[in-house]
């Protein structure tokens, strides 16, 4: 078993956009201005189809769960995107985290550069995905740790963030787990996997977390918070810390647009959880605009199998008549592939497709 910090790749480092706009500007650095996206949709412009909304205790309430574990089932294959109610994190931590995410955010420059994604590595202040010089950038900085197991904190990161802010996000760190896995296994029984198999695939499983800072833009429509992409993990669980809409999802080909439930998360099926499903269940394209006048914040909890685990359909959903539809690879192999590419839609999840003519998995 893997008992150290692990890397699975690198990414360019990038102008802190933040900073960038200290200096009012209405023209926009020719590197951010984004001709090839679909313009923004703007909430309430059209009747628009609204995300699901599940509620956690009447998925665990017996005389509930049935129908809400149908409708969660339902909402993981048409929407790949649900809002959770009564979720159980209490308030008080939620609002305790919003807070000094946004304090982080303030931080003066020399402060944050402790904290600077390093050569040749992923997580810290930085983008994920910049390949080239010639790339195409966000509007948005961003934040990233891997926060669980423990064992693969960085040194130089999660351990020497500011206190209250690290003992915060330690222990908002252990409820998303308590939380991830509480929602998988209840999708665990709504695809009639075998009793505990998603428990032993996501058991002890990795966590990240990337805190997003989207600052005001004056030409908003000439830029992306965060491109277009569907996330390769097993399910993200996304806190909005203000009010501001951003968040969009693509669902029939029309840009969706999310408007946060108070006291909710926003969850997603990620790639991996679309192949352990077989296929059964969907990720889904989505992307984050900016505002011309305010900024948004919000932050995502990636739940991942465990490091030494493999990437693969669940073995109780392959079988005569239902072929493997992906193939199998180690956790590390599929992060480390995965992040030596740029973020283009769900561009990976089709590498991990098997084609006609090739084996299935066993």
Known sequence: MASKPVNFGSSLAVPNVQELMKVPINTIPPRYIRTDQDPPIISGAATLPAVPVIDL???LAVESSDLERARLHSACQEWGFFQLLNHGVSSSLVKKTKLEIQEFFKLPIEEKRKFWQQPGALEGFGQAFVVSEEQKLDWGDRFYIQSHPTYIRQPHLFPKLPIPFRDTLDVYSLEMKKLAMALLEQMGKALTMETGEITKIFDDGLQGMRMNYYPPCPRPEQVIGLSPHS???GITILLQLNEL???QIKKDGNWIPVKPLPDSFIVNIGDIMEIVSNGIYRSIEHRATVNSEKERL???IFCSPNPDGEVGPARSL??????ALFRREG????FK???????DGKSYIEAMRIQNGEGGAN
Not at 318 to 323: K, V, W
Not at 337 to 343: D, M, N, S, T
């Open 231 to 233: 996330d390769a993990v």
């Open 57 to 59: 205790q009447k998925l």
């Open 298 to 300: 919000s932050m995502a």
């Open 245 to 247: 809409e951003g968040l």
């Open 318 to 323: 392959i079988g005569p008549g239902r072929p």
């Open 331 to 334: 956790v590390a192999d599929y």
């Open 337 to 343: 592939a995965l992040f030596a590419r740029k973020l």
